[in-house]
């Protein structure tokens, strides 16, 4: 079968697609015909060196497909069921094996595109809206990348709790995305201070929470935006890593909180996994979430999907299709 290896760290030029042997069912597992691949920032990270994953190694850790074979000890899959997975390496081949107790049925009114544009992200909006900071009735959150796969749907979510977004995104095309997807207030930082326009829209309150994807260079902006003991909820790094922080500095901003947390920690147990597969399915079927695909690429051009991410040249989700 087809894959993409990389057989050292480096730029998206190590993404290789490659001839390898196709997987056998294993004890625990399910053997997927892969019909869709979710590119996300992990992967990039992964790929540089960044995080740390021996070599040589199949990237990729989210998608859906077709079951095609049930390993020993598996209960509750069948030859023929649909499944998408997140948090599972090696996605990025034609055939996959996914521990059965990282996959979740999708449902009928769901295609393998959106299941798979929707896992990663949409579970980490569910977690992010709902356990890091349960989002109530009239709160201001300010969301970075606001047209971005995870900017959209976490504006959406927060507009469904009830709550009101200020999103920040760099050109005009990208404000229209994020007003399209509910964000009452849009702050373009190419072009604003991030900080004092939110200090101007809150008159000098501040937001509740900041959700920040972004990382190194909208931290500081992050941590300046918030209200006494707002929370700033840091998920990702796209921008690179945030330098050590004093903790002084949240006592400086007003006491605020700051957490780093990630999907792995709010799918510990199969009953969690399955409530936040299963909400998140729910608003997709019901119209609470459009999942934007912003970007479909053949698993060939693996290489090319991670230059446009990085690059920041698109908006939604990006899909690799086998």
């Given amino acids: 079968m087809r894959a993409i290896r990389v057989a050292e760290h480096g730029g998206p030029e190590v993404l290789q697609p490659t001839e390898v042997e196709a997987p056998e069912p294993q004890p625990g597992h399910l053997l997927v015909e892969v019909a869709a691949i979710g590119v996300n920032f992990i992967d990039t990270y992964q790929r540089s060196g960044a995080y740390s994953v021996q070599v040589p190694f199949t990237p990729g850790s989210e998608g859906a497909g077709e079951v095609v074979a049930?390993?020993?000890?598996?209960?509750?899959?069948?030859?023929?069921?649909?499944?998408a997975w997140a948090m599972t390496p090696g996605s990025y081949a034609e055939r996959a094996l996914v521990p059965a107790d990282k996959a979740v049925r999708v449902p009928a009114g769901v295609d393998a595109r959106t299941a798979a544009a929707a896992m990663l992200q949409g579970l980490t909006a569910h977690y992010l809206v709902t356990s890091t900071h349960p989002v109530q009735t009239g709160e201001t959150a300010l969301v970075h990348a606001a047209a971005g796969g995870m900017g959209l749907l976490l504006t959406q979510l927060i507009k469904h709790c009830g709550g009101?977004?200020?999103?920040?995104?760099?050109?005009?095309?990208?404000?229209?995305?994020?007003?399209?997807a509910g964000a009452d207030e849009v702050i373009r930082y190419t072009e604003e201070d991030v900080a004092s326009t939110v200090a101007d829209l809150t008159?000098?309150?501040?937001?509740?929470?900041?959700?920040?994807?972004?990382?190194?260079?909208?931290?500081?902006?992050?941590?300046?935006?918030?209200?006494?003991r707002g929370m700033l909820a840091l998920f990702g790094a796209a921008s690179g890593p945030v330098p050590p922080v004093d903790p002084q500095r949240l006592n400086s901003a007003g006491s605020v909180f700051l957490t780093r947390p990630s999907l792995a920690h709010h799918i510990l147990?199969?009953?969690?996994?399955?409530?936040?597969?299963?909400?998140l399915f729910d608003w997709i079927a019901t119209g609470v979430l459009d999942i934007r695909v912003g970007g479909t690429y053949p698993l060939a051009e693996a290489r090319?999907?991670?230059e446009d991410l990085e690059g920041r040249r698109t908006t939604g989700k990006l899909l690799l299709l086998p």
């Fill in 70 to 83: 049930v390993g020993e000890d598996v209960t509750g899959f069948a030859v023929g069921d649909r499944v």
């Fill in 164 to 180: 009101n977004v200020i999103g920040t995104v760099s050109t005009a095309e990208k404000e229209e995305l994020a007003r399209a």
């Fill in 203 to 228: 008159d000098n309150r501040g937001v509740d929470v900041v959700y920040d994807g972004v990382g190194k260079t909208t931290f500081d902006a992050s941590l300046a935006s918030l209200r006494p």
């Fill in 269 to 279: 147990t199969r009953d969690e996994l399955e409530w936040r597969a299963g909400e």
């Fill in 304 to 306: 090319r999907a991670h």
